[in-house]
């Protein structure tokens, strides 16, 4: 007697590889995308958190003199001369939470929730460094920017900067955006900036910087890292 599968009684071998083939090719055209869609998400996250922390310094000095909180003085309300998590501290207000001094791309970071966790252990809560050199009345210095700079220099000095396409200073590293970071400037504004050669690599907005200084000799910038 001959055995008759029944109508709509379940999958042939075929069908069924058919299915898996047709699911794994859907899946390699789908995953990378959606990798890159969270990526990319990640990144703007970081850019608005620029943005928003560059502002609230800017608020910040509105109401101190115009000058930033390193350029005052501790009994003026400032921090001139106290560790980066006091210079994110004395605007906290302005600021509001800390967990926007955290970029969710960065692995070896971790949102503070509350002040007092960021200032007990900001190199476990901060992901941006600042420039001590910016100043309020020079909109296109830069401000913050993420902490992944290639070599992590303290300062940056005006002849080391260079530009070229095959040897850029200075560049970001791959461990947080993948070659590339963000910045934010004194006035406020937040940019993507990138190693590939173009008018937005890291080395160009230096340049820059150092270019709109002239009539002040700025010769170097100064960084601080959340360490």
Sequence with gaps: MKMRRKNGSGFTLIELLVVIFTVV??????????LAAKGYA??????????????SFRIWANDNGDDFPWMVAPKDGG????????????????IGTPKVCFCPSDSKRKPALDWDVFVSNVTKNLSYFYSPDAINDKPKMILMGDRNIDGRPKTVSKSEVRTSTNDLYPKWDK???????????GD???????????????????????????TNNLTTIRIVYPE
């Design 79 to 94: 921090a001139k001369g106290l560790g980066i998590e006091k210079q994110f501290l004395v605007a906290s207000k302005e």
């Design 188 to 214: 406020g504004s937040a940019l993507q900036t990138i190693n590939k050669f173009s008018d937005f690599t890291l080395a160009r907005q230096f340049d820059a910087e150092f270019q709109s200084m002239q």
């Design 175 to 185: 461990t947080i955006h993948k070659y590339s970071g963000n910045i934010s400037l």
């Design 42 to 55: 990640r990144r703007i996250s970081c850019t608005n958190n620029l943005k928003h922390i560059s502002l």
């Design 25 to 34: 090719i859907i899946a390699a055209f789908v995953i990378p995308a959606l």
